[in-house]
């Protein structure tokens, strides 16, 4: 059974798996998946033209265009055109405080930072990561997490997932579980 209009906001810091899971939650609900990192990406792309949205200037210049008030604006109203009328799982940084404060169903997500930078790092570079490696990663995301702050907002109904020690796979299950549960509670 599906919901008409639902919407999924999932949040949380950089690299806490916002994305990958929000899509294969969407997948397993037959929802669509909005992924807010992206228009911003592509904004912060366009402004340093730049065609690869995940090279390294990229990320490291989109935080800055992020925290833009005309940038959140457009990235916040575009995301809300393209829900209207969809059940969709949206994942970003304020997404259930500020862009969906009326979300049917709000997860927070964090990961130990060290975590966060491992598994940043074997996504990134196929392959284990170095101490050393990991800890050069895990000082950017906290310095990136420091520049983030105003814009990481859980909302105070949301459902907090530290996924530090969780699969995946485990913590979509149970985001998966909480949005089938808001189904049975919302069918007529």
Not at 70 to 82: G, T
Request: hydrophobic fraction near 45%; proline fraction near 3%; avoid cysteine.
């Amino acid at each position: 059974m599906s919901l008409s209009n639902t919407v999924i906001a999932i949040d949380g810091p950089a690299a806490s798996g916002k994305s990958s899971t929000a899509a294969w939650v969407a997948r397993e609900l037959g929802y669509r998946h909005l992924d807010s990192g992206v228009l911003y990406r592509a904004e912060t792309g366009k402004r340093l033209g730049v065609a690869d949205l995940r090279s390294a200037e990229v990320t490291a210049a989109v935080s800055s265009v992020a925290q833009l008030p005309e940038v959140r604006a457009a990235v916040n109203a575009e995301l809300r055109r393209i829900a209207t009328g969809e059940n969709v799982v949206v994942d970003g940084r304020d997404i259930g405080s500020v862009v969906f404060p009326d979300a049917q169903l709000k997860i927070f997500l964090v990961a130990d930072p060290w975590e966060r930078a491992r598994r940043r790092l074997h996504q990134r570079l196929g392959r284990s990561a170095s101490d050393a490696e990991i800890a050069d990663e895990t000082r950017l995301l906290v310095e990136r997490d420091a520049s983030d702050a105003t814009n990481t907002l859980q909302a105070r109904d949301a459902v907090l997932i530290d996924t530090t020690y969780l699969t995946q796979e485990e913590q979509v299950q149970r985001i998966v579980a909480l949005a089938r549960q808001l189904q049975e509670f919302r069918a007529p």
